[in-house]
Structure formats: structure tokens, C-alpha cells
């Protein structure tokens, strides 16, 4: 096998690991904000309002995502300046679906709230996978693309 196969195999082994690494720092992110949002809302009394704390806590874990998922995950080598504000949108229409979805089919068309609530826990990880990868971090290295 020549130095250009191994090389092919070896990205390939990488992308193919790309939904894990994703899920991984997915997980990681949503731990640190339930952490941070629970620590930031503790003690009598509360070090801060716990929408406060909930807000600050998402924020945190937002910069954790995006370092995860630019350092680890997509292993992008892409300026800042344009993978950031990127992300910032994402994660701000993720937000934004998270909170219509409920609105609009449980408030609107009365279904379920859980219809509602695992529909965004479904679709939103899987739309921002695909927009992060062609998107945010679009350039990704070691033949990841």
C-alpha cells in the first residue's frame, strides 16, 4: 500500500469516528452546563438567580462545545474569526428551535409535549452534526472532509 493509501485509511479510520467524538463533546458540554448550572444556583442563598445561573452556565458550556468540536471533533484548522460567529449562530437557532418547537406543536397544535421535546433532542444534535461539519468547521484537516 503506498504512503497515500495509509494516508487515506488513517482519515477514513478519523471520520468514521467523527459521530463519537461528536457525541462525546455533545455530552460533555451538556454535563459542564448542568454542573455549572446547579453550582451557580446553590446555597441559601443562591450564589446567583438561576436563570442567571442557567444562562451563564449555557453560555460556559457553549465555549467548551465549540473548542471541543473544533479541536476535537471536526479537527479544524479554520480562523476563529469565521468559525466562531458561525458556531454562535448554530447554537443560537438550536436555541431559538428549542424553543418553538414546544410553542408551535404542543402550544399550537396540542400535541404531547414530549413529541415536542424529543423531536428537538433528535433533530437538532443531527442538523447541527451536519451544519458544523459543512459549515462551521469546514475546514477540517487530515483529510477529514
Same mark, same amino acid.
Not at 478519523?14 to 461528536?22: E, Q
Not at 438567580?49 to 479537527?75: D, E, M
Not at 484548522?77 to 408551535?104: Q, W
Given at each position: 500500500?503506498?504512503?497515500?493509501? #495509509?494516508?487515506?485509511?488513517?482519515?477514513?479510520?478519523?471520520? +468514521?469516528?467523527?459521530?463519537?467524538? @461528536?457525541?462525546?463533546?455533545?455530552?460533555?458540554?451538556?454535563?459542564?452546563?448542568? /454542573?455549572?448550572?446547579? =453550582?451557580?444556583?446553590? +446555597?441559601?442563598?443562591?450564589?446567583?438567580?438561576? %436563570?442567571?445561573?442557567?444562562?451563564?452556565? *449555557?453560555?460556559?458550556?457553549?465555549? @467548551?462545545? *465549540?473548542?471541543? $468540536?473544533?479541536?476535537?471533533? @471536526? /479537527?479544524? &484548522? !479554520?480562523? $476563529?474569526?469565521?468559525?466562531?460567529?458561525?458556531? #454562535? #449562530?448554530?447554537?443560537?437557532?438550536?436555541?431559538? /428551535?428549542?424553543?418553538?418547537?414546544?410553542? #408551535?406543536?404542543?402550544?399550537?397544535?396540542? =400535541?404531547? %409535549?414530549?413529541?415536542?421535546? !424529543?423531536?428537538?433532542?433528535?433533530?437538532?444534535?443531527? /442538523?447541527?452534526?451536519? %451544519? =458544523?461539519?459543512?459549515? %462551521?468547521?469546514?475546514?477540517?484537516? &487530515?483529510?477529514?472532509?
Amino acid at each position: 500500500m503506498s504512503a497515500a493509501g #495509509v494516508s487515506e485509511t488513517g482519515a477514513s479510520i478519523r471520520a +468514521g469516528r467523527r459521530p463519537l467524538r @461528536f457525541l462525546i463533546t455533545g455530552l460533555g458540554a451538556t454535563l459542564l452546563y448542568a /454542573v455549572l448550572a446547579a =453550582l451557580f444556583s446553590a +446555597g441559601e442563598p443562591a450564589l446567583m438567580n438561576p %436563570v442567571v445561573g442557567s444562562v451563564l452556565a *449555557y453560555g460556559l458550556a457553549a465555549g @467548551f462545545s *465549540y473548542a471541543g $468540536h473544533k479541536y476535537f471533533t @471536526f /479537527v479544524s &484548522d !479554520g480562523a $476563529h474569526r469565521l468559525e466562531a460567529p458561525r458556531f #454562535v #449562530v448554530v447554537t443560537l437557532l438550536g436555541l431559538a /428551535v428549542s424553543f418553538a418547537s414546544p410553542a #408551535v406543536l404542543s402550544g399550537k397544535l396540542g =400535541l404531547p %409535549v414530549q413529541i415536542a421535546i !424529543g423531536l428537538t433532542c433528535v433533530v437538532i444534535p443531527f /442538523v447541527n452534526y451536519v %451544519v =458544523l461539519r459543512r459549515w %462551521v468547521f469546514a475546514g477540517q484537516r &487530515d483529510g477529514l472532509q
